[in-house]
DNA sequence: GTCGGCAAAAGTGTCGACACTATCAGCCGT
DNA sequence: ACGGCTGATAGTGTCGACACTTTTGCCGAC
């Protein structure tokens, strides 16, 4: 069937090397070192990079080297600007169309999350993008649900993965999340995207405080183009929205 | 400075070509023949056609040819919830952030442009996407900013041109910005952005109504690849959304 | 006459080489 | 010594050719 090409492959790959932190924020993309690497030829590389870009995970000009966008809280903001107007939308929309099954299930995944939150704190992060993804599709339509699942996503995890914030929210986010799952399943449209917008801000908040230092221009750490260094200090620490 | 690359002239000449209806919806993108024609190699056609597929104007699969979008109601209503979503919220941050000069300053340009409709019903087209641009550039968000007046943009634009929306909407639109403004003005985020979610809203009703047949999956018109055919009707009708 | 398989054609994916542009080091003049 | 200029260098943009996939048209079997 669809046989996947190299160009996908290599954007599945470069979004790996973006997330595991050896392509940091503002490290630069070289076309040639990266075709070596992946054992491919430019085409694919060039190709891959330019889906990134689409993506805004990587910035560019028409003659300038490419470069993994950087955490400026301007950026981070806009971006959860466009959170809170998108998925309050999409919750709204999820209020009004979600089938009275789809919200009891939802609502049991998120119960037995939470009894288990206390012992295992990892899985309830992954739970709780499972909450924000099923809601968002729930709204059943294809340009959000690709919008805030897709790009935004990607974004998302970049942000939470080079922010230091701690993990208080986790316990908040249930309760929160719990109120927006009430309001849906009483048809309350404009509670629901309310709450949605009021959670997201919220998480908007405690991400920003938690920003690293604006990338320090102290010309001291001069080497983080192409080699494989910085490793992360928690490996795997995600963050509830 | 910025030298214009190969690929973004194709990419806007891409564009043009559909907005023209040169290539009407569903026509396939041949990459050789379009280079041919461009007079340049496959390679800024390919980077080309990749970007178009990224804005949504063409939709793709690995190894299959890119076709121009169809105009599914289904797709237009979730451009429209979009828009919605994003362009009231912008309305919303206007009516925080615009200053009391360019709120005057609007109001001023509404005002001038309605007086001229009467006579020229096609500068009050362009005024009223004048309109929608500058409430939303006063959001301050470079993100919502590149998204509607780039991709989203795009599509509305193509949109506007195969749908036969009369003109009626022309007269109303400008008592609703007026409302919007006034709101803006007023200070009343909530309103503000209320108002425009209805107006578009309205407008997506409009030009849906108006949308042309579901294009008749009769096999009669098996000509609409490569040639240059199917003049528009009216060559440059656009709408007030 | 219709259906299924097969081969040619059309089209996209990938590659390596060449052309053009930006960056940086060193040189010259002041 | 400092600023501007000029090469060399690194990197991106473009090209034409080849490999792989899908589609299409044809042929024979049922």
């Known amino acids: 069937m669809h046989k996947a090409t190299l160009g996908d492959d290599v ?5 790996d090397l973006i997330y595991s932190g050896e392509l940091p924020p503002g490290a630069e993309l070289n076309e040639v070192a990266l075709a070596e690497r992946f054992a491919v030829s430019r085409g694919p590389v060039r190709e891959a ?5 689409g993506v805004q995970l990587v910035s560019r000009a028409p003659f ?3 470069r993994v966008i950087t955490l400026e809280p301007t950026a981070v903001r806009e971006l959860f600007e466009v959170r809170e ?11 009004e169309l979600m089938t009275d099954d789809e919200i009891a299930a939802l609502m049991e995944g998120l ?16 739970a709780a993008f499972d909450f924000h993804e099923r809601v968002v599709r729930a709204s059943r339509n294809r340009r959000i649900i690709d919008a805030l699942c897709g790009d935004l996503y990607h974004l998302l995890r970049l942000y939470r993965r080079w922010s230091g914030a701690a993990g208080e929210r986790k316990a908040i986010a249930y309760t929160e999340h719990r109120q927006i799952l009430l309001a849906i399943r009483a048809r309350d449209a404009d509670l629901a995207e309310s709450l949605m917008r009021s959670h997201i801000s919220r998480a908007a ?6 920003l690293p230092p604006p990338a320090a221009p102290a010309a001291d750490d001069r080497s983080a183009a192409s080699g494989r260094r910085r490793r992360a200090a928690r490996p795997d620490l995600h963050e509830c929205h």
């Not at 990079?49 to 870009?53: E, I, T």
């Not at 107007?85 to 209020?95: H, K, P, S, V």
């Open 111 to 126: 119960e037995a999350n939470n009894v288990a939150a206390g012992s295992q704190a990892r899985i309830s992060v992954a």
């Open 85 to 95: 107007a998108l998925e309050g939308y999409a919750c709204r929309l999820a209020a």
């Open 49 to 53: 990079v330019r889906r990134l870009q």
């Open 205 to 210: 908040e405690n991400l920003v405080d938690h």
């Open 11 to 15: 954007f599945g790959r470069l979004l």
């Open 64 to 66: 300038l080297r490419a």
